[in-house]
């Protein structure tokens, strides 16, 4: 197949709740310099307007909102049909050669323009690492429903072995491994950083574990520091008692709070990729990160590991961190030198890799 055979156009989805939002504009921003037209289609929430001047500084780029709907809270299979069929129109409507959904349930709707989708979760594989056990009937009937929408992609990609793995276990299909990327920032010197445990994410997500950062802070004598918000648009609420929180921050501001931080902790026991970790390690920060397949697979060699549900185990791992500033430098060069792995350019060049393959059987069609 011919590197001729990538797409003119694409129709990419995003919300703009979490990391979705920062990995659509990166990829669009990289396939835009490859010469490829994106159209952004925007779902739930609309984007803040700090997110729409991010938008907008992604050349040719085009955002369109296409509606309320989010499918890992939606139980209405016609509120999600609808919003399929709006995605349809948009595609249609923008002349797309490929559809990449960063939602795959919507492809149970179908589609005119083969569709490639992302893994990034899904609440069967959510249950699994932060409950356990049998998912409950409204889990099951979304599970059902993805399920029909990754059998309608022709292509699946995962950022992860780990979460390829786990999302072959439950739906019987293995994607494609095309791990995050972000460009880096210039990074912080040792001299910037400052005694600081920071955290970033959505704070309301059980699976954060942010409540067990909470209970670790609450134990520790140094500071610790989290971004993002606490309520969730599913009603989900954290609880800070012990961590200082500053709420949401935009890409600058979060920058600034990832250069001075000595150490960046993520708790999460349920964690796709990752994109709040590659962040903080691009910037130079120490990385205390929670045991799990996916921080082992990515950061081994390169970061502490911690219990998340021994609070005193993690307290004194970041009290010992921040107590210690000669050894900040070192564990921040080791977290800097691995992100190098998890560039922009590999991320969007193993997505149009992707998306040539998802294009051969259209191609091999027209020529019969």
Known sequence: MSRAAAPGRVLLTTDAVGGVWTYALDLSAGLAARGVQVTLATLGPPPSAAQRRQAADVPG????????????????????????????????????????????????????????????????????????????????????????????????????????AATEVVYGVRPSVVPNGRAARPGAGPARKRPVAFAAGRLWDEAKGFAALDAAAGRMRGRVEAAGPLEGPNGAVAQARSVHTLGPLDQAELAERLAGAAVFVSLSRYEPFGLGVLEAAQAGCALALADIPTFRELWDGAATFVDPDDPDAVAFQLDRFLDDPAAWAPAGGRAARRAKRYGLDAMVEGTLAIYRQALAPTLEEAAA
């Open 61 to 164: 780029l085009a955002v369109v909102d296409a509606g309320p709907t989010l499918d890992w809270i939606e139980d209405d299979p016609r509120a999600l049909d609808r919003a399929g069929r709006r995605l349809g129109a948009i595609a249609e409507e923008a002349g797309v050669d490929l559809i990449h959904l960063n939602s795959p349930a919507f492809a149970a709707t179908g589609f005119g323009a083969p569709v490639v989708g992302t893994c990034h979760s899904c609440v069967a594989t959510w249950w699994a690492a932060v409950r356990g056990g049998e998912p409950p009937a409204v889990f099951r009937a979304r599970t059902a429903r993805l399920a029909q929408g990754y059998a309608a992609c022709r292509r699946l990609i995962a950022p992860s072995a780990a979460f390829a």
